[in-house]
Nanobody
Framework: EVQLVESGGGLVQPGGSLRLSCAAS????????LSWARQAPGKGLEWVST???????SYADSIKGRFAISRDNAKNTVYLQMNSLKPEDTAVYYC????????????RGQGTQVTVSS
C-alpha cells in the first residue's frame, strides 16, 4: 500500500522559509516520479513541482526560483524547500506519487498546512 506522510508546515511571515518533508513507503521510491501539489482555500489542486527518477526537476512558474525540490532515496523522502514565501503560497501542501498530469488521482498524503501571514 502506498503511504505518503507530509510534515514541516506551519505559520511563517512573508519572506520567510519552510522545508516540507514527505516520507514514502509501499512502492519503489527510487524508480518513481514524485511531486508536490497544493490546494489553497476555495481553489483547486495546483501542481507545484516534480522530481523525476532520472534527476530532472520541473517547477510551476508561480514558484520557480523560490522553491526547490529534492529527494533522498536512502530515506525514501522527498523535500520541498520554500524560500521568499508570499501570502499567496498559503495552502495545504501534498506530496504525490507521479507527475503533473496525475496529481488529481495519484495517491497522496494527508497534507501539511502552510500559512504565510504577518
Amino acid at each position: 500500500e502506498v503511504q505518503l506522510v507530509e510534515s514541516g508546515g506551519g505559520l511563517v511571515q512573508p519572506g520567510g522559509s519552510l522545508r516540507l518533508s514527505c516520507a514514502a513507503s509501499g512502492f519503489s521510491f527510487r524508480d518513481s516520479w514524485l511531486s508536490w501539489a497544493r490546494q489553497a482555500p476555495g481553489k483547486g489542486l495546483e501542481w507545484v513541482s516534480t522530481f523525476y527518477n532520472d534527476g530532472r526537476t520541473s517547477y510551476a512558474d508561480s514558484i520557480k526560483g523560490r522553491f526547490a525540490i529534492s529527494r533522498d532515496n536512502a530515506k525514501n523522502t522527498v523535500y520541498l524547500q520554500m524560500n521568499s514565501l508570499k501570502p499567496e503560497d498559503t495552502a495545504v501542501y501534498y506530496c504525490t506519487k507521479g507527475g503533473r498530469s496525475t496529481i488529481a488521482t495519484a495517491p497522496r498524503g494527508q497534507g501539511t498546512q502552510v500559512t504565510v501571514s504577518s
